[in-house]
């Protein structure tokens, strides 16, 4: 019996859906990786952004690092008028990183399964197609093993997929390894690695398609900028 086409999730970033063949695959997961101030961030507001704005798919930005504020201003900074989201019900921009009030600098999550109990009704409220973990990375520093870690990321994975969502999930890359936790790009079925380093005296950025279950995709480096307009592959 010949396979169903696979449905592509088009990002929307300017050369970025070429490279892969005509965009994410519907329902997988996409691990997005890089050092600090590479631009993990920005990927993942793009993705929600164009798919809110471009093809109606409304999203859910769930940050634990940045705050909702620095969030938007960053959204705003590169022409994507994110109020205007929020206001139609297209974005949905929740703050977990926040201190309860308790006092005790406990923040509203511990761990995958506080995102999930969030999202089982978020899901059906918003009827999110996307959905962007910025970071799965700080969700990790609530386990005490990287075995209990990858086990709760692969439940989690499990959950979004039977949502029918196509996510991207931000880590980070350290001096050794690609991912902060190093488990994180066995557990998604594609791996973005964006890459920052110093090329005659000044910092040059490129992004990789590491990885991307059921399809072929380009495999070399490409060069991007960041301006204004946000995240563009130059080549
Ligand atoms: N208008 C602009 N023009 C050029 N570069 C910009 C502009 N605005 C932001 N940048 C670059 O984008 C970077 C921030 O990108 P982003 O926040 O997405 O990175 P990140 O990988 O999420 O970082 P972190 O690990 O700290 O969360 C800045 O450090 C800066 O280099
Ligand atoms: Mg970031």
Do not use: C
């Not at 520093?141 to 499990?158: G, K, P, Q, T, W």
Request: glycine share 8%.
């Amino acid at each position: 019996m010949p396979m169903a086409p696979l449905t592509r999730v088009r990002t929307g970033i300017p050369g970025l859906d070429n490279i892969m063949d005509g965009g994410l695959i519907e329902n997988t997961i996409t691990l997005v990786s890089g050092p600090a101030g590479s631009g993990k961030s920005l990927f993942a507001m793009q993705y929600l952004y164009n798919g809110a704005k471009g093809f109606n798919e409304p999203g859910i930005f769930i940050t634990l690092e940045e705050g909702s504020e620095s969030v938007k201003a960053t959204m705003n900074a590169h022409g994507m008028d994110v109020e205007q989201l929020i206001s139609t019900g297209k974005l949905f921009l929740i703050d977990l990183g926040e201190p309860e009030a308790d006092g005790r600098g406990s923040t509203k999550v511990n761990g995958f399964r506080s995102i999930t109990d969030l999202l089982q009704n978020l899901i059906k409220l918003s009827k999110a197609k996307r959905i962007v973990i910025d970071s799965v990375s700080a969700v990790g520093a609530f386990y005490v093993s990287r075995e209990e870690f990858r086990r709760s990321l692969i439940n989690f994975v499990r959950f979004l997929k039977s949502n029918k969502i196509t996510a991207v999930l931000i880590t980070e890359s350290t001096h050794d390894s690609t991912t902060r936790f190093e488990v994180e790009e066995y557990v998604a079925d594609s791996f973005i690695l964006l890459g920052l380093k110093e090329v005659e005296g000044k910092l040059s950025r490129s992004l990789v398609v590491r990885k991307m279950r059921h399809t072929w995709h380009d495999t070399s480096m490409h060069p991007f900028t960041i301006t204004t307009r946000g995240i563009e592959i130059i080549k």
